[in-house]
């Protein structure tokens, strides 16, 4: 099932709606929520109505159906109450850490890496990325997330798993430029993870079929930037899966039905893969001419995100950002 | 003006009430706003009814009013988008920092500190406050908040004192114990900062009277630990003001209405204030006699907050909560 969330004047979470598998036809659904946030606190009870509308759309039996403009479309879940990033590749932790002379945490492949971001207002997928000064060094970081349903405190890796009910691709907004000071003061990402964008459209697992196992998503994530081939990673390559991700959240603290979780850049030790983001780049860079070439992003860059199943089917939809200079 | 929030089986929000002067009755407003985090986005369109409601409920006159049991309350706002917590008073940073042998960030008086927290269910404010193991240090954090409306990216610290409608207090649990690995990660904290509670109920700067002045909320914020006198320490102290905090935080991003902007642990420089939370009490005997004596919170510990005004009225109601040993 594909899920989105139409904009609206109305509400800032947007009008739920269910997405044909093409990605083509849409069908708003308030008569099961209002929106997805909403859908999710009842997710158990509302999964089957949404499933039956879906498989009506996907049969081009859904009454009032309209032709999908993704531009007409928020983030898959437009606002929500908790976007736990976690980073999961550790190739890309290794890489931005000796970028920034950072050392390599003693627990890097034991512990997961984790921040809470910005998720009051997620930009929309072809939301312009706001730039109030270039030295802020925007760049973008392609991951792939989940939403969960309620999660509760102290849930096990393998329980985490069953509370996976969507996958979205995700723009993690970072500014490089404040990040070393930022952290050197002690108290982790603020400032430097201003609002991310996340895909157009939420799935479920089937949606993935055999390329989601062992709790992540075994397939390339395409990266263009101005225009030309960038990345195409797989997101396989987490070295912590989803549900390992989950239980770290979950460790203190509930997590709220809607939360999502992050998978960190996707990175491949494999260079000819391309990457997900430009502080690697910059780093293959250094190590291998010893001078950076590829600078951060300014007014007019654009990058795009999307994700291809194993028959070459689009199936988030596309996150397409252009830097856009602002006061 | 004061707001409360009722339970509900309805809604994770609660019920929007509002709360008469001497909090002992209450109202709720649905014709108003559904819940307090439904108000803050049309603050300026929502203000003056409820205005109205308050005066006509501090007169008697109010229709459906009830007889206010503060076990009914939730947090003033049950959930939200963004909890920034900041850290404002500097004499805290320095001894929770010489408790952990931390070195004091270079621009501590000139940046503050601050972190993203859980705001996706608050605890309540008689909510127990859950522990899963001893060793984690569970303490205690006594701090003033503020709720904004919609906060422009940008926002200079005088402009930002604009956008602060609401008054709260905090209890930002934090989990001592997992601090030092957590923070040594790079990434600050997730695990550690756990959910907080706030107080029943937010109030309006004009609450406060001459107490609230240039950004800052000059009253002692009455912390009891196990039924004993702890600290009456003065809020006022804050070294960064709260339009400062605001305007740090929204530096790079839009903040959602509804945010709730932490002043950090209640702290001053003489001791025979007492303190906010137990952290400073510990590195304060460890100065004193090379001893730590006081432990952090075990199964049954107490702690309450409270504020009084120049009256001598209870201002936001009581933060109480006992220490639950859980799974």
């Given at each position: 099932?594909?899920?989105?969330?139409?904009?609206?004047?109305?509400?800032?979470?947007?009008?739920?709606?269910?997405v044909s598998r093409d990605l083509k036809t849409a069908v708003k659904v308030p008569q099961i929520a209002a929106n997805l946030r909403e859908a999710m606190e009842k997710?158990?009870?509302n999964q089957a109505a949404l499933e039956k509308v879906y498989s009506d759309l996907n049969e081009g039996k859904a009454a009032g159906s309209f032709a999908v403009n993704e531009q007409d479309f928020h983030s898959a879940l437009p606002r929500t109450w908790l976007f736990a990033d976690g980073s999961a590749f550790i190739y890309h932790i290794k890489l931005v850490r000796m970028a920034r002379k950072a050392p390599l945490p003693e627990t890097l492949t034991t512990v997961p890496l984790m921040y809470q971001g910005e998720c009051g207002q997620f930009l929309a997928p072809t939301e312009e990325i706001p730039q109030r000064d270039v030295a802020h060094g925007t760049d973008f970081e392609?991951?792939?997330?989940?939403?969960?349903?309620?999660?509760?405190?102290?849930v096990t890796p393998d329980q985490a798993l069953k509370h996976i009910k969507l996958?979205?691709?995700?723009?993690?907004?970072?500014?490089?430029?404040?990040?070393?000071?930022?952290?050197?003061g002690g108290f982790g990402f603020f400032q430097s993870k201003p609002a991310s964008a996340l895909s157009p459209f939420a799935v479920t697992a089937d949606e993935l079929g055999e390329a989601y196992k062992e709790g992540r998503v075994h397939l390339p994530l395409n990266v263009d930037y101005n225009g030309k081939f960038f990345g195409k990673a797989n997101a396989g390559a987490m070295h912590f899966h989803f549900g390992q991700l989950i239980a770290h959240a979950a460790k203190t603290r509930n997590l709220a039905a809607g939360t999502v979780i992050g998978s960190g850049t996707v990175s491949n030790d494999d260079h000819s893969t391309g990457s997900s983001c430009l502080a690697e780049v910059r780093m293959i860079e250094t190590i291998e001419t010893g001078?950076?070439?590829?600078?951060?992003?300014?007014?007019?860059?654009t990058v795009e995100m999307k994700m291809f199943n194993e028959k070459g089917e689009n199936v988030f939809g596309r996150i397409f950002q252009k830097v856009k200079a602002v006061q």
């Open positions: 099932m594909k899920l989105g969330s139409l904009k609206s004047k109305e509400s800032l979470d947007g009008v739920l709606c269910v997710w158990s009870e392609g991951e792939v997330g989940i939403i969960t349903d309620f999660v509760p405190m102290g996958f979205v691709l995700i723009n993690d907004v970072s500014l490089r430029g404040l990040i070393p000071e930022e952290l050197a001078e950076i070439k590829t600078p951060f992003m300014k007014a007019g860059d």
